[in-house]
């Protein structure tokens, strides 16, 4: 996994709340078995219809060249387990999307935002106030330091910067680009001692 | 201060807790499927891993196959390619796969309890969200990712972070014609597509008690619909009774069973325990749910009307008008006027046994509207023979349905079954996203009793009235 230290640049923004992992990449696209070719899925059915682009879809704007944070909705990336959908969004060409808490509703569903963690994409949740100034100023630049979990928007008002949660187990992963099953196998002789002391694991047949 | 049931098995699955804090779990059952462990069986071969446990791991085939008469003979090219490496990875790595010849084959979260696979107090996982439908025996079922899936195959454990947890309480007696489907519609309508988000749900009282297991199954299900990470259900007799059912191959038997009995009367939240969220329900004010937009939290009773875009909860005006739209729907219009081309009766949510003899209850002796196209599914080739065997089959195509074989069919746009282009839909499943059921279908989730009414009625119907 490319690791992730501090990123600053150019972000675009979908006005769009609850955006479930079907519009991310619709199902029919998960028949392939590579891990590969997601990032021109990357929400097909709400970019074109009938193969025609809609010039106003954020990605097909012109400001989209060159972009790699995406600043949307609460709640992005509720819906299925699909993996694919990270994969669409980072091979895009996004290293960071960018989403507010509102209220109870958090900025992420619970697995799109694991799913990130493991591919490199960082999931930036702050709050409604923040993403609302960064609509404002539609497309802009920000930076994500991840060592010292701020993100920090170039806005012509001057620097903003707020802080984000991110787990203190995912942040070392991401800082040094690890291999996370490699670092759990070093813990084989744990594991080996609670199957031990767990014997029932092991079904009848 | 006592325990949650969620707070029970997590301390007795902590392999080890880690030095960044997260939590070594371990995971006892792992649920396999064509379409997001094909990359995972990739990662373990390039770095030269094996599955840690085989015997602990379960494969089938559900999301992509054809559940017509050419369901042997898959002619999509990416479908037959995904199946194919399904059949070749567990046959390299050693894990049991029930394939399309087998007569246990079946949706993943219809055929883990079938198969004695899932057991109370147990921690289990799958590449798929609905995972949590697992959690009506008391196992703690969540869905994953497919970096997840391929850490799980190596370690067989993952690296958690403890949810926080939820109590959803339903009290009274559920009113004739209203279904388990309608008690979880109601509670993420009321709690929002988001609303449980970094919880784990524990579902209680009274009517949760006096659901059968196929009711349970459907609402922890939608669990995830509420944004939540699992759904809980604290095991009782009818549990038992279902694991010790005599067909269940993988539950324990005999001083085994004994054993495990005495552990799984232990799986209860303590009295004084306290959970971080509550909500409460009296299932008295309950009738038949219908949604109306694109996500489950879009929901409303059969006898309301269509909102208008600034009078839905947790949703921004411009988001329920762009729903609506999608839908080809207008504010004020009475959900009973709304027409139907397609029912679909099937997946993870409504497919088995007592599902069907609901649906088979409302269709028998009348016919389809004509137009309406009605398909039948089956979650698993059990529950087909079974249905069979009791002629619920003969039911539904008396009465114009189409009677298929096992798969998640049209709950999602990725087998031959879908919804054209503005085609609108009644559906059993759990999602009515834009395009979940093909580009451009419009999506409404009920429970099989009105999917079944609105197949003879052509529109929605209140169940109820329904003489
Ligand atoms: S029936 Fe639908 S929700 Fe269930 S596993 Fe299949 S696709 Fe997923």
């Known amino acids: 996994m490319e690791p992730f230290v501090k990123h600053t640049g150019k972000y675009i923004t979908f006005d769009r709340a609850n955006t479930d992992t079907d519009a991310i990449i619709p199902a029919r696209y998960l028949k392939k078995i590579e891990r590969v070719g997601y990032g021109e899925l990357l929400f097909m059915d709400l970019k074109q219809k009938k193969g025609e682009p809609l010039p106003d879809f954020p990605l097909n704007r012109p400001e989209a060249e060159g972009a790699s944070v995406l600043v949307t909705r609460q709640n992005f990336g509720c819906g299925s387990s699909r993996e694919h959908a990270v994969w669409a969004i980072s091979q895009w060409g996004f290293r960071a999307v960018i989403a507010p808490r509102v209220g109870a509703t958090p900025g992420f569903a ?47 008002e001057g620097d903003v910067t707020e802080s984000f949660p991110v787990p203190d187990g995912a942040r070392e992963m991401l800082l040094k680009g690890l291999d996370e099953i490699g670092l759990t196998l070093q813990f084989a002789s744990a594991i080996d001692a609670y199957e031990s002391r767990h014997p029932e694991v092991a079904p009848a047949a | ?251 324990p038997k005999g001083q085994a069973l004994e054993a495990a009995l005495e552990r799984w009367k232990t799986l209860v939240t303590d009295e004084d325990a306290q959970f971080d969220t509550y909500y409460h329900l009296d299932a008295a004010e309950l009738v038949p749910q219908v949604t109306w937009g694109t996500s489950p939290a879009m929901t409303t009773d059969v006898t309301a009307r269509v909102p208008e875009p600034d009078q839905v909860p947790f949703v921004n005006p411009q988001d329920v008008e762009r729903a609506l739209n999608y839908m080809g729907l207008k504010p004020g219009t009475a959900i009973e006027e709304i027409p139907v081309d397609v029912v679909f009766i099937g997946s993870c949510t409504n497919s088995r046994i007592e599902d069907l003899r609901a649906a088979a209850q409302i269709l028998k002796g009348r016919k389809v509207a004509p137009n309406v196209q009605v398909l039948v599914v089956p979650g698993s080739q059990q529950i087909r023979a079974q249905a069979e065997a009791e002629g619920l089959d003969r039911i539904f195509s008396e009465a114009g ?67």
Not at chain 2, 427 to 442: C, D, L, P
């Open chain 2, 1 to 251: 201060m006592g325990k949650t049931l969620y707070e029970k098995i997590w301390d007795a699955h902590v392999v080890e807790v880690l030095p960044s804090g997260e939590t070594l779990l371990y995971i006892d059952r792992h649920l396999i499927h064509e379409v997001t462990s094909p990359q995972a069986f990739d990662g373990l071969r390039l770095a030269g891993r094996p599955v840690r446990r085989p015997d602990l791991t379960f494969a089938t085939v559900d999301h992509n196959i054809p559940t017509d008469d050419t369901r042997l003979n898959v002619t999509d090219i990416l479908s037959r390619t995904q199946i194919e490496t399904l059949k070749r990875n567990t046959a390299e790595f050693g894990v049991p796969y029930y394939g399309l010849e087998s007569d246990r084959q079946g949706i993943v979260h219809v055929i883990g309890p079938e198969l004695g696979i899932t057991l109370p107090g147990q921690t289990m996982v799958c590449g798929d969200s609905h995972t949590s439908t697992h959690g009506a025996f008391g196992s703690l079922a969540f869905g994953i990712g497919t970096s997840e899936v391929e850490h799980v195959l190596a370690t067989q454990t993952l690296r958690s972070v403890k949810s926080k947890t939820y109590s959803v309480q339903v009290d009274g007696q559920l009113p004739v014609g209203v279904t388990a489907k309608d008690v979880i519609l109601r509670v993420i309508r009321d709690i929002g597509a988001g609303g449980a988000t970094g919880h784990v749900v524990e579902y209680r009282g009274e009517v949760i008690r006096a659901l059968d297991m196929a009711g349970r199954m459907t609402i922890c299900n939608m669990s995830i619909e509420a944004g939540a990470r699992a759904g809980l259900i604290a095991p009782d007799q009818k549990t038992f009774d279902f694991v010790t059912a005599v067909d269940r191959p993988f539950a």
């Open chain 1, 110 to 156: 619970d697995i799109f935002r694991n799913n990130s963690y493991k591919n490199g994409l960082l999931p930036v949740e702050v709050s409604e106030e923040f993403v609302n100034r960064l609509f404002a100023h539609s497309p802009g630049q920000v930076t994500i330091d991840l060592e010292a979990r701020t993100v920090t928007a170039h806005l012509p």
């Open chain 2, 401 to 467: 349905a189409e009677w298929r074989q096992a798969g998640c069919s049209m709950c999602l746009g990725m087998n031959p079954d879908q919804l054209k282009p503005q085609q609108r839909s009644a559906s059993t499943s759990n999602r009515n996203f834009e395009g979940r059921q093909g580009v451009g279908g419009r999506t409404h989730l009920v429970s099989p009793e009105m999917a079944a009414a609105a197949a003879v009625a052509g529109h929605f119907v209140d169940v109820r009235n329904f003489a």
